[in-house]
């Protein structure tokens, strides 16, 4: 099976302009996961989606959103950029289907570096 | 939610020689660790994952052992060799969302 992609891989944002990632999961798995990867913080959980419904959220401001789509592709969207959203943005996918405190191996995507001038 | 600390933070070790590298845990009702590895400029990659009903897994020359009443749990690389000159990164399961560790650097050197 193919692994997790996203798109795009690079980008350069200056602040105050929004941002909209892509991520598409192995085929079959309907959980998308996204992480915030910086030198500082580490790896961040920002949310989880599985049919098309957030189910858990991250504690980082409602400019960072997501959405799922009905073949469980994924997109998270930054708005007003600032210059600490600079990071990798990496989503991951699963089966989802362990449920709560869920024991499902989580396959990471290469990430999206982004750069806010 | 679940809070997960990792040490240390760098490691160096001769190739050849044993790696460990610990992580404690808050969350009692935690039950699924994981451990990735990621290169430098590469995605995290899983490399060994202990659910809370067993004490020990081992594969290769790798090896995890849980630790449920003192919440803890540790990785043992054996062996070790320059290609596993990596950070990893244990973590633990709040809901559907990994918290991981803060990542431990280990440099292997021949």
Not at chain 2, 19 to 40: G, H, M, R
């Amino acid at each position: 099976k193919a692994g997790v992609t996203q798109t795009p891989r690079y980008l350069i944002k200056t602040r105050g302009q929004q941002v909209t990632l892509s991520c598409s999961p192995i085929s079959g798995h309907r959980s998308v996961s996204w992480y915030q990867q910086t030198p500082g913080q580490g790896l961040q959980f920002l949310f989880e989606y599985f049919s098309e419904t957030q189910r858990n959220k991250g504690n980082f401001p409602g400019r960072f959103s997501g959405r799922q789509f009905s073949n469980s592709r994924s997109e998270m969207n930054v708005s007003t950029l600032e210059l600490g959203d600079s990071a990798l943005y990496l989503c991951a996918s699963s089966e989802g289907t362990s449920g709560y405190r869920s024991t499902d191996t989580q396959y990471f995507g290469p990430g999206t570096r982004l750069t806010v001038l | 939610g679940e809070n997960v600390e990792q040490h240390p933070s760098t490691l160096s070790v001769q190739e050849g020689d044993s790696a460990v590298i610990k992580c404690t845990y808050s969350d009692s009702a935690s039950n699924y660790f994981p451990w990735y590895k990621q290169e430098l400029g590469k995605r995290p990659q899983l490399i060994i994952d202990i659910r809370s009903n067993v004490g020990e897994k081992k594969d290769q020359r790798i090896a995890v052992t849980l630790n449920k009443t003192a919440k803890h749990f540790s990785l043992h690389i054996t062996e070790t060799q320059p290609e596993d000159s990596a950070v990893y990164f244990c973590a633990g399961v709040t809901g559907y969302a990994l918290n991981f560790g803060k990542g431990t650097s280990l440099l292997v050197t021949p």
